[in-house]
């Protein structure tokens, strides 16, 4: 059964890779860092999941969603096929936080699969991946179902 793939965002700081690679390491799930000019130019080929930290920009139009991202979702294509999003971010932001993950799913009518703070726990690299192991179920199903 297909694995479905995360594409992410992290700045240096990395707290958001960390989470990305032991997600990766759990269930052998292959994941995409968007810094990464290669990856940020290329389209998913098929449903996709979104992992996002968020940061306040501090700006007139509170742009919270890193420019990494908001540059891989300008493809139509891309977009279609996103299926999910999950956040990293810091409870410290208060109103903000989450903000990024939130807006987008506001937006993009896609459901908010999983938030955890910074890099996360052991727990949280657990629960989300259960999370989408049973994505990548559902997706399974229907694509049996469509071919009947
Ligand atoms: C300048 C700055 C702004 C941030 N803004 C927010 C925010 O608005 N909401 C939030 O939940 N977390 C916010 N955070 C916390 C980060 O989203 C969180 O630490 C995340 O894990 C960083 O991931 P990264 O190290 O992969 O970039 C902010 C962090 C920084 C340094």
Redesign the pocket.
Known sequence: MASIPVYY?????????RFAESLAARTGRAVFQLADAAVRHSEPDGPWVLLT????AGNADEV?L?APVRAFLRSPTTRRRLVGII???????GE?????ARELAVASGRPVLFEF???GTPEDVEACGRILDDLDAALHEVSCTSTE
């Open positions: 965002y992290s700045s240096v700081s990395n707290l958001t890779g930290p968020s940061y306040k919270t890193p956040g990293s971010g810091n409870r410290n932001f903000y936080y989450q903000a990024a703070e910074l890099s």
